[in-house]
């Protein structure tokens, strides 16, 4: 139900309270936002898509800005301009569209985000700031994340890379990444054993230590320089 005009570089709300029925929002020009909050209850999808022909767009404010998903929210339209998702609260967030939004993407802590092409992500680094987060590749096809990727304390973090892809990993991350000052950093590999996961680019840190664990392949192809211990786990 509508419930009045949206105000160019606010903060978006979809609220669809007891409402059984997806919702789709369509997006038929650029617009700007400071975040969004998309509440509704357990098994209803917010989907966010352009009006087709790259018709619609969503710019974000510069800073991180806070995308709150207490339902899951879908968003097939790209996300531009200078600013960066935080993505906060606990249900999914995938991401559809190919981005180019240069803030950066940020985790807080138990969080999950789809993605299906290899700039999902904008231009930004991936900054990891809560455990329990993961990133699920949902096309199928062998993908490669360009952006640096970023811990900022001791957490664990789940890699759902994706199968193999004629002959090439699910995923292949090949920004840097770079490990905490001290700590350990758990790096889980989907409990799919067929799922392959490859990080071609230095692995940095001056003391965290580095432990694999679960089903799938990891593949470290770069030249590390991590001070830390590295250990595979169950």
């Known amino acids: 139900t509508a419930r009045g005009n949206y105000t160019e570089g606010q903060f978006a709300r979809f609220y669809l309270g007891s409402s059984t029925t997806p919702y789709t929002v369509t997006v038929n020009a650029s617009h700007s936002i400071a975040g969004t909050w998309a509440s509704h209850v357990a098994g209803q999808t917010i989907t966010i898509s352009d009006a087709g022909s790259g018709t619609g767009s969503l710019s974000i404010a510069s800073g991180l800005q806070g995308f709150l998903t207490t339902g899951p929210l879908v968003i097939n339209c790209p996300l531009t301009g200078p600013g960066g998702i935080s993505h906060q609260q606990s249900a999914s967030l995938a991401l559809n569209a190919t981005n180019s939004y240069a803030g950066g993407t940020a985790t807080t802590g138990c969080q999950l985000i789809y993605y299906n092409n290899s700039y999902a992500f904008g231009t930004g680094t991936f900054t990891v700031g809560g455990t329990s987060d993961a990133i699920i590749n949902s096309s199928g096809q062998a993908l490669n994340l360009t952006n640096k990727f970023a811990f900022s304390g001791s957490y664990d973090f789940n890699l759902a890379g994706g199968n193999a892809v004629g002959g090439h ?59 830390g211990v590295t250990s595979v786990g169950a």
């Open 169 to 227: 990993p699910g995923t292949t991350i090949s920004g840097t990444v770079s490990l905490p000052a001290s700590g350990l950093v758990l790096l889980n590999t989907s409990s799919g054993a067929t799922q392959v996961m490859a990080i071609s680019n230095v692995i940095s840190g001056a003391g965290a230590s580095l432990e694999i664990s679960d089903n799938g392949t990891l593949i470290l192809a770069g030249t590390n320089t991590y001070k």
